[in-house]
């Protein structure tokens, strides 16, 4: 078992993953509760057509008025991206500097791993206790739609989830990645966070400043979550998320495999 870092990484991360499930879950279900309420309230066009325009156009308000609409304002345009890219970032951070830093990673290295083959296991790793948190999205969105007649359909649904995974992905891999190439988690986690908080900024300020608006596009938020990731079906740019923290990877294994890892 020892071997395989992908398999025991995975039994380890099992609690935590049932409890980053539930949250997801309650966030979901209470944003979804509210949506009788919401949808009966007197005025709600004239109320949000109150809203500056730019405002409008960052959350989508133009269609808060329906089930998916209103959970993409609620849930998808800040909240969810920050749960799953917290999640993504801190589990990429401790990958492989984590390790290094309790003095396990020698313990991993001398069972004739690889380094490269360990942090492709972990990047792995990462994507698959991503896309389960993705599966659980998507089946609470499911669920409450039904139950509370947001009137989310299937394809809706998994394109919301999706996105938010790739968006972790992303992020998570790029934590790894700076994580192995230096193995410090703190710098890892800290330069990764700093990325996501200014890929937010820039989605934000082209949606806000004209002048910003050309740039929007380079920005993983607008390629996850421009104009509501749900009922946005399948978009090219979902690609792009893939992509980047791929290159990042990818560029970060060598200088990995050739770290001095002391004890080793």
């Known amino acids: 078992m020892l071997r395989n870092v992908y398999l025991k990484s995975l039994r380890d991360q099992r609690r935590g993953l049932i409890g980053w499930s539930l949250g997801i879950v309650a966030l979901v279900l209470l944003e979804s509760a509210l949506w009788p309420s919401i949808s009966d309230m007197a005025g709600l066009r004239e109320f949000l057509d109150s809203y500056p325009e730019p405002l409008r156009k960052l959350f989508n308000m133009d269609a808060f008025v329906t089930g998916t609409g209103f959970l993409n304002a609620e849930l998808f345009s800040m909240l969810l ?23 396990t990673l020698e313990v ?3 069972t004739k791993l690889s380094p490269i083959r360990l942090a492709l296991e972990q990047a792995a790793l990462l994507a698959t206790t991503a896309g389960a948190l993705g599966i659980v999205l998507f089946g609470a969105l499911v669920v409450c739609s039904a139950v509370f007649g947001l009137g989310v359909g299937i394809g809706a649904a998994s394109a919301g989830a999706l996105a938010m995974v790739l968006l972790g992905v992303e992020f998570g891999w790029i934590a790894l990645a700076i994580g192995a190439a230096t ?10 966070s700093v990325l996501a908080v200014g890929a937010y900024v820039l989605y934000v300020a082209s949606k806000l400043v004209d002048a910003m608006q050309p ?15 749900m009922g946005a079906g399948l978009p090219a740019a979902y690609g792009y998320l893939v992509a980047a923290g791929a290159v990042v990877l990818l560029t970060a294994l060598p200088v990995f495999d050739r770290r001095d890892i002391a004890g080793v």
Do not use: Y
């Open 215 to 229: 740039w929007g596009p380079a920005s993983p938020f607008h390629q996850a979550i421009d104009g509501g990731p």
């Open 108 to 110: 991993l290295l001398v």
């Open 183 to 192: 193995g410090n988690r703190i710098v890892a986690l800290a330069v990764a």
């Open 81 to 103: 991206p920050i749960l799953f890219l917290v999640f993504a970032i801190s589990r990429g951070a401790r990958a492989i500097a984590g390790e290094e830093e309790r003095g």
